[in-house]
């Protein structure tokens, strides 16, 4: 019976032993097989066309990506920002979702999801999907959400939010120009002239940040602090920027990666948050996306 036994308990652990999962290596290079190759080929080939604002190129682009590797979640990713560029917002959030199905801890996703949201004023989903990806463990672009978030909030007219969550975005990332110049933009909306300054001096000190928009708020933020002199000196430096600085739109960069602008939005307000953007007039790159005022 002791014999029968044990070999009845063998047979138990081998069939579990059959049954458990494989335990899962860290993927590197060495891993990749042909066809991940190929869908990392023609995602980055999308984002750079999106960059151009080829969006019709990049959705074909990021189509076969996503043929060569159909569980590609930054591919459902670019390809919702892609949609909703060319005005299609349900093929969009369909995108979003089918990521977030795939992995439902991709932070990018989140905050990607919760900036179309906010596009389309659904003020507390989009606040969600930012917290959301601020409160994963190890998502390292809290700072970015933040400042998306906060402006999204602005757009919302929820100023005393807003100017919460981009005071946290800048205590977390104090040398983000976009950060300083959009908290001081709340500032100012708020009546907080003597903060907005603060924040705004640091960022036209320097000359590769300080552009059109910058100098114009400094000149309207002297003005209400009675200081006509500094308000003229921002104007002028305002009317010497002013021909060569334009906005900028957004391109998608995949995965982790910011994103970036290449293009000029139809309003100042559709830059998003959180996305890197090139100034045309100095060409420095830094976070940038403004509220609309």
Known sequence: MRTV?????????VLAGCAAPPSQDIRTASDMTDADRRAKLRLELAAGYYARG????????VKQ?????????EGYSLRGLIYASLGEPKLAEESFQRALQLDPRSGDTMHNYGWFLCQ?????EAGARF???????????????????????????????????????????????GTAFNLSDVLYRLGEFERARFYLRRVNADLANANAQTLWLAAR?????????????????????SA???RAAPRSIPGSAPAACGRSPARPAD????????WPATGSVHWSARAAS
């Open 5 to 13: 036994l044990l070999a009845a308990l063998a047979a138990l652990l």
């Open 54 to 61: 080829q969006a019709t190129t990049a959705l074909d682009e």
């Open 65 to 73: 990506a996503l043929q060569s590797r159909p569980d590609l979640v």
């Open 120 to 124: 389309f004023q659904r003020w507390d």
């Open 131 to 177: 917290d959301q990806a601020i409160a994963l463990p190890q998502y390292r672009d809290v700072p970015r959400t933040l400042q998306a978030k906060g402006l999204c909030e602005a757009r919302a007219g929820r100023l005393r939010d807003s100017e919460r969550t981009l005071t946290r975005s800048y205590e977390m990332d104090p040398g983000n120009p």
């Open 221 to 241: 933020v002297e003005q209400r602090l009675g200081n006509a002199a500094g308000g003229g000196r921002a104007q002028m430096g305002f009317s010497h920027r």
């Open 244 to 246: 060569p600085v334009r």
């Open 271 to 278: 830059c998003p948050a959180g996305v890197r953007c090139v």
